[in-house]
T-cell receptor
């Protein structure tokens, strides 16, 4: 286990409901990244957050999706009014800082979201 | 924006065969390069990374990769594969320093036949 905790592992929602995905980074990590993996595709970057700040949300759909990383507690990826196309695996990764010289991201087990 | 291409979508090999998975990226500047492996139902695990220095990088489980700047490539190799290497392999690049977001290839599914 890489130490990044995501829950739930599996989430089933009906169209129109809300989905909340949680990510607790590794101990000592203050940077969180969310990625989405559609079937038969690679991971696509969605959003990069630090505590209480969204640094880069260039990969987030403009509507229905939001993310936060509060001062206390896990990072939350929220999807409102879910549609079938939101079915995917959502992965969270964390790192201690953007010191790219020696700090790769560590990934969680992912949340598999299924929309009925 | 950078992009990553993995041309082999599904590779099937017998145990003890040699492996090379292709990875090409498009970005003209300095990059950091990664290979991740995803075993069925599990999270991504880092196999190896290249930031600078020796272009031949050794990773875990006997894997290595060679960064060839002139070819914009970072191919993954292993001289003798095992059944336990069956997994999905992702190449990734980061070229936005100060922001570690990764751009991934579409992945290569590797199946090893005992």
């Amino acid at each position: 286990n890489a130490g990044v905790m995501q829950n739930p592992r599996h989430l089933v929602r009906r169209r129109g409901q809300e989905a909340r995905l949680r990510c607790s980074p590794m101990k000592g990590h203050s940077h969180v990244y969310w990625y989405r993996q559609l079937p038969e595709e690679g991971l696509k970057f969605m959003v990069y957050l630090q505590k209480e700040n969204i640094i880069d949300e260039s990969g987030m759909p403009k509507e229905r999706f939001s993310a936060e990383f509060p001062k206390e507690g896990p990072s939350i990826l929220r999807i409102q009014q879910v549609v079938r196309g939101d079915s995917a695996a959502y992965f969270c990764a964390s790192s201690p800082s953007p010191d790219y010289s020696n700090q790769p991201q560590h990934f969680g087990d992912g949340t598999r979201l299924s929309i009925l | 924006a950078q992009s990553v291409s993995q041309h082999n979508h599904h590779v099937i090999l017998s145990e003890a065969a040699s492996l090379e998975l292709g990875c090409n990226y498009s970005y003209g500047g300095t990059v950091n390069l990664f290979w991740y492996v995803q075993y069925p139902g599990q999270h991504l695990q880092l196999l190896l990374k290249y930031f600078s220095g020796d272009p031949l990088v050794k990773g875990i489980k006997g894997f290595e990769a060679e960064f060839i700047k002139s070819k914009f490539s970072f191919n993954l190799r292993k001289p003798s594969v095992q059944w336990s290497d069956t997994a999905e392999y992702f190449c990734a690049v980061n070229a936005d320093f100060g922001n570690e977001k990764l751009t991934f290839g579409t992945g290569t599914r590797l199946t090893i036949i005992p």
